[in-house]
């Protein structure tokens, strides 16, 4: 019945596209604005014509437009309807004069005929010619083209190469264009200077950084120049895939007629470079033209800035004959208490430059815009950015500069000669924003790059960075542990490793019993500290001399980054600590090892990052990541950089990303792959046990591998074994030997954040639980959709306002621990970093010796919360004192009689809930905006907090005993960490 069912709806496709042009001419009536499900533009006796749909039209009507007035004759045809696709439409859109056609998908379909809007085309022009239902005599010369894949530029000069191939004797198909194919030579040639714009178009590029405001500033000037002139406006937005302090790139274009151009700018007359650092990284001067004007905030005056400037940029000034013009936007905003958003004073200078309004009017419109934009946060935000707009003016300068280049100094490459290669051809072109310009054979057919590529980007974002003054350090090591980015760090060592070191590098005694003469450092790495100061909020440590001065503090950049660019150096040569040497699962233990997980593009300050750094310490290179997909798998995983890196001996964790909804599921099929493969290779070495050698047989097969060093020398076993079975001609030993390493103890870990485990992807999670395997499940509790802008989720709590909860969310949250603790044999641990580090690490330690599921929910502060992120540390052990964010263990090991599994690691509660969630936006934003609705549910979320306290208390004395637990002797790898109390 099935076939005849199908066949059964053909009349209402038959009938759709006509139903959708009446639409479309309906539309038209009300509004004037006429549309088809086929359009045509260009020469009414076109001899060539491009095929296309979507937002690359724009740039295919303006090349066009262009070479029609040369004199060509060419045209475009619009795709508006694509399914059903309309046959007839077609081919009355197109000109009786149509020799050659050229259609272009913004897809690869790889193994296809052709792409699918060119198979639709040419399907449709054969079956129309065959009927005699077109104006042309015979069938036109069809060929297929791709553009602008993953968002790649796509301009008018490349449309004008494209009805160039057209005009050869045999135009090649199936091309592609915008890119060097020097693999299937696929690609065609144009000319890139080839320019349609018009000069009455004022065009403005801004260069900001994630988190200054640029882009909501250039939205909100787009916006007023809409609004407030006659001009029409077109704003467009470039994002790298990091998160806050990303670089970012905004378009603007404001002109006479209504703007068309799909392309990003590349001659304009206006350049604004919001961060100075970004002068040695990229070609900000690049897309100005001849006179334009450039806007440069700078932390030196006019009279100094020049001498600061690279070669480079200095020449590009000379050469083009900009107007130069400076500002100390950080300060001016500082001074206005609005600390690094700058966004309200680029923006009025912007606005003062380009006269496209009343300086007057444009401040009112402005002003006007940040009441808009920033009114729900109170009036005290309101008067701050008003204080930074009516300064800023007086803190603009033009710079007059000499006519020759004078600087010493020169723009460094993206990264130095001694990286390695693939690094130096790939990633560093990317780097500099010249990915577009790489060939295809420059990239990995199988799509791997290589891991450990974050060190090499050197961002240099912060204003402040992290000085440790060694005097009055007392060796926690919390600084280093809380760190986002693996940019402060501490190193144990032994007094020759000194040898040669600067006389700029601090150091001092190591206090351990267990490591009696060592020398210990903190060390910053200058360009790739975030400039977060969550490293100084966990400092213990306050001067006697000076209560303001402690261990850590954070002092402007400028004025240290030499020197401590040299002190890293020297910092790095040092021998990282051998593994067995320490208890990883202790802070100092933990933060005497090297990170694996180093300078994410995370925001500052992210409350998630600190975990999976000290993940990759404690658990090292045998550490498998199955990551679900968020902003865990954006700042870990996406080009051009990673940050899970590798040792000095090259090994480091194994990390791949999955969808939102099944990397549950992902990392259980890891812990399944891994298994087997050890499984094979266990019985392999029995079934070679004689030609390997009994002893060693019989070692890697007891091998005791419950610490680091076990795990040690059961790789050094691996390591023989693999010598000896390459002599060996037994036709097993090439199976055991590529199975060998499974030997070695693995720990799978399936991380992600509270959007994937509490909502999208709770049934595979739940489903892994149930499994009983040897997974360990890591959520970084954000209680948002955090990548995604901050929607809510079930992980959000009572009151907090969110995307999709704008008047406060009115359930409590999901508590997804006690639901994984029903199953009794899974361990699950809450935890909060720096509320109680030594917890934290402890469940760490035991989640990951435990062999079976276990899950552990963390903390992490998000700058979606709307609090001071540098505090975030810190407002942890609040969420703690409340009891919003209670801490316990539940551990099945302690299933059985007698003892009892539940513990709570927190005291009762001391603090109330509203006097902590005042102090987050998404809290005190319903307080403004709802005062009444605020303290109602304020009320019940504190409800929730007495409820559920008193809830956990009850089941601290539960005794559980499961049926299926192991011995307690039995059947548990044994954990060496220090009892709770011990760091405290």
């Known amino acids: 019945m099935f076939f005849q069912a199908r066949e059964a709806v053909n009349p209402f496709y038959l009938a759709l596209p006509d139903l959708v042009q009446d639409a479309m001419d309906r539309f038209a009536e009300r509004t004037g604005r006429g549309y088809g499900l086929f359009e045509y533009h260009g020469h009414p006796e076109a001899d060539r014509v491009v095929i296309l749909m979507g937002s690359g039209v724009g740039a295919a009507k303006e090349a066009a437009e262009a070479l029609n007035r040369k004199g060509e004759k060419v045209g475009v045809v619009q795709v508006r309807l694509f399914r059903p696709f309309s046959g007839a439409g077609l081919a009355a859109a197109l000109p009786a004069s149509v020799r050659r056609i050229a259609v272009l998908d913004r897809t690869k379909e790889p193994g296809a005929a052709g792409e699918p809007l060119y198979q639709d085309v040419v399907t449709a022009l054969v079956e129309e010619t065959a009927a005699g239902r077109t104006a042309f005599a015979e069938m036109p010369l069809v060929v297929g083209g791709r553009y602008g894949l993953a968002s790649k530029e796509f301009t008018p000069a490349m449309v004008a190469g494209v009805f160039a191939e057209l005009a050869r004797d045999v135009p090649k198909n199936h091309f592609t264009v915008g890119i060097v194919d020097d693999v299937t030579r696929t690609s065609i040639s144009y000319d890139p200077d080839l320019d349609t714009e018009s000069d009455d178009v004022t065009r403005a590029v801004f260069y900001g950084l994630g988190s200054d405001g640029t882009v909501g500033a250039n939205k909100n000037s787009a916006k007023i120049i809409g609004r407030h002139t006659s001009f029409y406006s077109q704003g467009y937005f470039v994002y790298d895939s990091k998160k806050a302090g990303a670089r970012t790139v905004s378009h603007l274009r404001f002109g006479p007629r209504p703007i068309e151009s799909t392309y990003l700018i590349r001659r304009a007359n206006f350049v604004a470079c919001h961060q100075f650092g970004f002068l040695e990284k990229i070609d900000v001067l690049e897309v100005a033209e001849p006179g334009a004007t450039f806007l440069l905030n700078s932390p030196y005056g006019p009279e100094e800035v020049w001498d600061r400037l690279p070669a480079e940029v200095q020449a590009e000034i000379v050469a083009k004959q900009l107007r130069f013009y400076v500002v100390d936007a950080y300060r001016v905003a500082r001074e206005a208490g609005l600390g690094g958003r700058i966004n309200t004073v680029m923006q009025t200078c912007f606005f003062a430059l380009t006269r496209l309004m009343p300086t007057d009017e444009a401040i009112a419109a402005i002003k006007d815009g940040i009441r808009a934009s920033y009114g729900k946060f109170g009036e005290p935000v309101l008067e701050r950015n008003f204080r930074a707009v009516d300064a800023a003016l007086d803190a603009l300068a033009e710079v007059d500069y000499p006519r ?581």
């Open 404 to 984: 020759r280049v004078t600087s010493g100094s020169h723009r460094p490459p993206p990264v130095p000669d001694h990286a390695p290669d693939f690094v130096k051809r790939v990633t560093g072109m990317m780097m500099a924003d010249r990915g577009d310009l790489l060939p295809v054979s420059a990239l990995p057919v199988d799509g791997t790059f290589p891991t450990g590529t974050a060190k090499w980007e050197k961002r240099s974002i912060a204003l402040e960075i992290p000085i440790w003054d060694p005097d009055i350090c007392i060796d926690c090591a919390r600084c280093a542990l809380v760190c986002p980015h693996a940019a402060i760090r501490m190193k144990v060592y032994q007094p020759a490793a000194l040898d040669g070191a600067p006389a700029s590098f601090k150091w001092k005694e190591y206090r351990s019993k267990d490591l009696d003469g060592y020398l210990m450092t903190i060390q910053t790495a200058p360009d790739d500290c975030t400039g977060c100061g969550v490293c100084v909020d966990v400092c213990p440590v306050k001067s006697k001399e000076d209560v303001s001065h402690k261990a850590i503090d954070m002092e402007p950049k400028l004025a240290h980054l030499e020197v401590e660019r040299t002190n890293w150096d020297f910092f790095l040569s040092i021998p990282p600590f051998d593994r067995t040497g320490v208890d990883p699962a202790t802070v100092k233990g933990s933060q005497t090892l090297e990170p694996l997980f180093e300078f994410s593009g995370a925001c500052a300050g992210c409350g998630e990052t600190p975990y999976l750094k000290l993940l990759s310490q404690m658990f090292g290179d045998r550490t498998i990541v199955a990551n679900a997909t968020g902003c865990s798998s954006i700042y870990g995983g996406n080009l051009p950089t990673t940050p899970w890196t590798v040792g000095p001996d090259g090994r480091g964790p194994a990390w791949s990303n999955s969808l939102f909804e099944d990397n549950a599921e992902f990392g259980l099929g890891m812990r399944l792959a891994i298994d087997r493969q050890r499984d094979l290779a266990r019985a392999l070495v029995t079934e070679l046990r004689e030609e390997i050698g009994s002893e060693l047989a019989d070692e890697l097969l007891q091998a005791d591998q419950s610490d680091e060093a076990g795990i040690a020398e059961q790789r050094r076993r691996v390591d023989e074994l693999k010598r000896r079975l390459a002599t060996m001609d037994h036709p097993r030993a090439a199976d055991l030997a590529e199975v060998a390493d499974l030997l070695v103890r693995r720990s799978v870990w399936i991380v992600g954040g509270d959007g994937w485990a509490y909502d999208i992807g709770y049934g595979g999670l739940d489903h892994v639980l149930a499994s009983g395997k040897d997974v360990n499940i890591l959520v970084m509790d954000t209680e948002v959709y955090s990548n995604t802008g901050g929607q809510a989720s079930k992980a959000t709590p009572r009151a907090a306002v969110a995307k999709f909860a704008t008047a406060g969310k009115h359930g409590r949250k999901k508590d997804l621990g006690m639901l994984a603790a029903e199953y009794g044999n899974v361990y699950v641990a809450q935890i909060a970093l720096a509320a109680n580090p030594v917890q934290a690490l402890k469940a760490f330690a035991e989640a990951e010796a435990w062999p079976g599921p276990s899950l552990i929910i963390a903390y992490s502060q998000c700058i979606a919360h709307g609090i001071d992120m540098s505090t975030g540390m810190s407002h942890q052990k609040e969420a703690v004192d409340s009891g919003y964010w209670p801490l316990y263990r539940y551990d099945p090991r302690k299933a059985h009689p007698g003892d009892r599994p539940f513990h709570l690691d927190a005291r009762a509660p001391k603090l109330k809930f509203k006097d902590f969630a005042l102090k987050e936006a998404r809290f005190a934003m319903l307080q403004r905006t709802n005062p009444a609705e605020a303290d109602r549910l304020f009320e019940l979320a504190q409800a929730d907090i007495d409820e559920r306290w008193h809830y956990y208390e009850q089941i601290t004395n539960v005794e559980r005993i499961l049926p299926d637990m192991p011995d307690p002797e039995e059947g548990t790898r044994p954990i060496v960490t220090a009892e709770l109390e011990g760091e405290e």
